[in-house]
């Protein structure tokens, strides 16, 4: 999910919620509706990236890949102000297939993870194969997902930045998920004009991205803190720090304590939303009781579910 500062232009957008991809034995179509409904009603967040690590992208079929980013175009039409769709894959024909399939259906931008089984070693390799992805969908703002940490490629951002318009005109910016800041400061610092976006991906440090030069945010916890985090946001728009460090320390700390995998992400949403996710597909594995029971107990004593009793409510990813 995305989130956006308030008075920056939804051209770099703040905040993008990472969708999860709601499964029951299969993808579970019929609830992305609601899911759209729920994050703009009731989390205030109106941008979404489609197919990322949250959404387990890379654990769906191609075909599986295209309906889920259907579905939310669709869904979103008029409601959301953007959908992102990440297209990265190991293939380079599959992720051209994407990107032109975004393009297709009317996806406002896509994003590209590097290819992590064989390997580009280098900078001018990434650069290539990540141009031959953009230029399928020449229309489309292209974002980079830099997650060194799960790709296993760790060519810093700050090196691939370097001249990348030249080579990627559609280039809009780096979707940062690395707590590497030296690396960030140093891609914020080349980009002098201003004109690139950067999102930053790891949610229990944007504070310091911000103040580092984030222009926005790209995270999985924004599924159920996309209303908080929008607060945070403001405070640090309006230069009122302590409030903004009130909001990141005591929300994500405690629930850090929670866990932020994936399957956990999942259990909590289908808590605070009511709307059921499912467990996440192997290699992955759902949530255990103990931890929902404990999840269940701490949101409570938060006042984060907007139901007292959630004994009759389908709770598929806790189960
Ligand atoms: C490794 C990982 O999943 N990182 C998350 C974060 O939002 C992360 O869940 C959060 O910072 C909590 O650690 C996102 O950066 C991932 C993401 O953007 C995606 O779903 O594509």
């Known amino acids: 999910m995305c989130l956006a500062l308030p008075g920056k232009s939804l051209q770099q957008p703040l905040v993008k919620n990472k969708v999860v991809t709601p499964m029951r034995k299969e993808i579970n179509f019929s609830v992305i509706g609601q899911y759209v409904d729920y994050l703009v009603k009731e989390q205030g967040v109106k941008n979404v990236f489609v197919n990322g690590t949250t959404g387990e992208g890379l654990s769906l079929s191609i075909s599986e890949r295209r309906r889920v980013a259907e579905e939310w175009v669709t869904k979103g039409r008029n409601k959301l102000d953007q959908v992102v769709i990440h297209v990265g894959a190991l293939s380079l024909k599959e992720s051209q297939e994407l990107a032109q399939h975004a393009a297709e ?13 064989l390997k580009p070693w280098n900078k001018d390799v990434l650069i290539n194969f990540l141009k031959e992805v953009a230029a399928a969908a020449p229309a489309l703002p292209f974002y980079y997902y830099h997650i060194p940490a799960l790709t296993g490629i760790k060519i ?57 030069g984030a222009t ?23 230069k009122d720090f302590s409030v903004a460090l009130n909001y990141q320390s005591h929300f994500l ?28 597909r192997l290699p992955l594995q759902k949530a255990s009781r103990e931890f929902t029971d404990n999840a269940e107990a701490k949101l409570k004593s938060l006042n984060f579910l907007s139901f007292t009793s959630l004994k009759d409510r389908n709770l598929e990813a806790c189960s």
């Open 156 to 212: 810093r951002a700050e090196e691939l930045l370097d001249g990348i318009q030249d080579k990627i005109p559609t280039f809009q910016g780096l979707k940062f998920s690395d707590t590497d800041l030296l690396d960030f400061g140093q891609c914020v610092d080349q980009n002098r004009q201003r004109q690139f976006a950067f999102l930053f991906g790891v949610d229990e440090q944007l504070l310091s991205a911000l103040v580092m």
């Open 253 to 280: 700390i405690y629930f850090s304590c929670l866990g932020f995998g994936v399957s956990q992400t999942k259990a909590i949403m289908t808590l605070v939303s009511g709307i059921p996710m499912g467990p996440p």
């Open 105 to 117: 259906i009317g996806a406002d931008g896509i994003a590209v993870i590097a290819p992590f089984f």
């Open 216 to 238: 926005g945010a790209v995270g999985s916890t924004y599924n159920y803190l996309g209303k908080k985090t929008n607060q945070m946001l403001e405070a640090f728009e309006q």
